[in-house]
């Protein structure tokens, strides 16, 4: 191997660079004081913000955090089948207005007047304050509220997890009454039928003339 791959030692001149320094020490220290004023301005300026996690599992199989299983089995109730589709269709769920909406009007922290709360935008008002995540894929669903009052994103976090619920059970009560007023229409026009076929076999039996054996003898 020649000289030239050999690594190359490089030795740098502290006297050099301390003299560099001195030279331009006015600079620096300007640009050290300014970078310490913007800092201190942005830590005043900006609000401090909270946050607060609630976790569940789309998963009908075990125990929820914050969910039941019997909850997971009224999403799969309503169409929700195996455990990759239901994380999506439980994070789906919890952008719905029927879970937002509520927590809009709640959060105090949003002026009356302020365009999220009078008009209800849910996109904007979950881009402001959740955050939703799926951890490397698994059955978990991650939900972060975040806002300038710690006690509101617990509310919010709580209030995504309790809004669901709800959501889901009338979700899983529409379905079942669904079924059973089709049932109900099911045996009504089985009835119905039945009773028309026995109408029309009585009425064929008396144009034959085609009676039961102790009917005839008589």
């Given at each position: 191997?020649s000289?030239?791959?050999?690594d190359?030692?490089?030795e740098?001149d502290?006297?050099?660079?301390?003299?560099?320094l001195k030279?331009?020490k006015?600079?620096?220290?300007?640009?050290?004081a300014g970078?310490?004023?913007?800092?201190?301005?942005?830590?005043?300026?900006?609000?401090?913000k909270f946050?607060?996690?609630?976790?569940?599992?789309?998963?009908?199989?075990?125990g929820?955090?914050g969910i039941?299983s019997?909850?997971?089995a009224?999403?799969a109730?309503?169409?929700?089948g195996?455990?990759?589709s239901?994380?999506?269709?439980?994070?789906?769920?919890?952008q719905t207005?029927?879970?937002?909406e509520?927590?809009?009007?709640?959060?105090?922290?949003l002026?009356?007047?302020?365009?999220?709360?009078?008009?209800k935008l849910?996109?904007?008002?979950?881009?402001k304050?959740?955050?939703?995540?799926?951890?490397?894929?698994?059955d978990?669903?991650?939900?972060?509220?975040?806002s300038?009052?710690?006690?509101?994103?617990?509310q919010?976090?709580?209030?995504?997890?309790e809004?669901?619920?709800?959501?889901?059970?009338k979700?899983?009560q529409?379905?079942?009454?669904?079924?059973?007023?089709?049932?109900?229409?099911?045996i009504?026009?089985?009835?119905?039928?039945?009773k028309d076929?026995?109408?029309?076999l009585e009425?064929f039996k008396?144009?034959?003339?085609?009676?039961?054996?102790?009917?005839?003898a008589?």
């Amino acid at each position: 191997m020649s000289d030239n791959n050999k690594d190359v030692e490089k030795e740098i001149d502290l006297e050099e660079v301390i003299g560099v320094l001195k030279t331009d020490k006015n600079k620096y220290l300007k640009i050290a004081a300014g970078c310490t004023i913007i800092a201190l301005v942005l830590a005043f300026i900006l609000p401090e913000k909270f946050s607060s996690t609630a976790v569940v599992r789309a998963k009908a199989t075990a125990g929820m955090s914050g969910i039941s299983s019997d909850m997971a089995a009224m999403a799969a109730l309503a169409g929700f089948g195996n455990v990759k589709s239901n994380t999506q269709s439980y994070i789906e769920i919890m952008q719905t207005r029927s879970v937002i909406e509520p927590l809009i009007e709640k959060t105090d922290t949003l002026d009356a007047d302020d365009e999220i709360k009078e008009y209800k935008l849910l996109d904007e008002y979950i881009k402001k304050y959740l955050k939703f995540d799926n951890p490397k894929g698994t059955d978990i669903i991650k939900i972060t509220a975040i806002s300038k009052d710690p006690q509101e994103a617990q509310q919010i976090a709580q209030g995504v997890v309790e809004n669901m619920a709800v959501t889901l059970t009338k979700v899983n009560q529409t379905g079942t009454s669904s079924y059973r007023k089709f049932l109900e229409d099911r045996i009504q026009i089985a009835d119905s039928e039945m009773k028309d076929a026995e109408a029309k076999l009585e009425a064929f039996k008396q144009k034959s003339g085609v009676f039961l054996p102790g009917e005839q003898a008589t």
